[in-house]
C-alpha cells in the first residue's frame, strides 16, 4: 500500500507565509512525479505545482512567483513553500503522489488527507 502523509498548513494573513510537506511512504518501483493540487469552497480542485523525480516542475499561472515546489527523493517527500499569500489562496492543498506500484507494475496514482490552508485579509 502506499500512504502520502501531509503537514504544515493552518491560518495567515495575507502576504505571509506557510510551508506545507508531503512524505510518501509504501512499496514503489519508481514515484514519476509529485505535486499539490487545492480545493476552494465551491469550485473544483485545480493544480498548484508538479515535479517530477527528474526535478522539472510546472506551476499553475496563479501562483507563479510566489509558490515554490521542491522534493527530497531519498525521504520521498515534496515540500511546497507558499509566499506572499493571497485570500484567494485559500483551500484545502492535496499532495499527489504519481508512481508505479511494486507489486503490479501498474502506475497509480495516490491522495493526501488534505490540508487547509486560510488566509485572512
Known amino acids: 500500500q502506499v500512504q502520502l502523509v501531509q503537514s504544515g498548513g493552518g491560518l495567515v494573513q495575507a502576504g505571509g507565509s506557510l510551508r506545507l510537506s508531503c512524505a510518501a511512504s509504501?512499496?514503489?518501483?519508481?514515484?514519476?512525479?509529485m505535486g499539490w493540487y487545492r480545493q476552494a469552497p465551491g469550485k473544483q480542485r485545480e493544480l498548484v505545482a508538479t515535479i517530477t523525480s527528474a526535478g522539472s516542475t510546472n506551476y499553475a499561472d496563479s501562483v507563479k512567483g510566489r509558490f515554490t515546489i521542491s522534493g527530497d527523493n531519498a525521504k520521498k517527500t515534496v515540500y511546497l513553500q507558499m509566499n506572499s499569500l493571497k485570500p484567494d489562496d485559500t483551500a484545502v492543498y492535496y499532495c499527489?503522489?504519481?508512481?508505479?506500484?511494486?507489486?503490479?507494475?501498474?502506475?497509480?496514482?495516490?491522495w493526501g488527507q488534505g490540508t487547509q490552508v486560510t488566509v485572512s485579509s
Open positions: 499527489n503522489l504519481q508512481y508505479v506500484y511494486a507489486i503490479t507494475l501498474r502506475p497509480d496514482i495516490s
Open positions: 509504501g512499496t514503489f518501483f519508481s514515484i514519476n512525479a
